[in-house]
């Protein structure tokens, strides 16, 4: 459900069309994430996770950031690892 609040609050808060809405996935989120994107045709951004520490990479977040992402999972912790993402800063670039 929280992925379909993204789409709706982007198409009526920032003018985002239906069809180019974008959601920011970190290849260690959960499954479902890709899933709820198919089922609400949403374009799925998957970005990679740092080698080292398996938190998403801060980098490829912000590069993958644009005018129709509604929304960029992390995890806390996430699926399969149990690691934290950097959630603060996260949050700063989003």
Known sequence: MAVRTF?????NK????????ELIIPRT????????CEMYE????????????FKADINAIENAINENTIGIIASAPDYA???VDDIE???QIS
């Open 7 to 11: 789409k709706y609050y982007s198409m």
């Open 14 to 21: 920032k003018n985002i069309k239906s069809t180019k809405c």
């Open 42 to 53: 949403i374009k799925a951004i998957s970005i990679d996770f740092d080698n080292n520490t």
């Open 81 to 83: 690892h149990g690691i």
């Open 29 to 36: 989120a959960h499954a479902a994430f890709h899933k709820a």
């Open 89 to 91: 800063r996260i949050g």
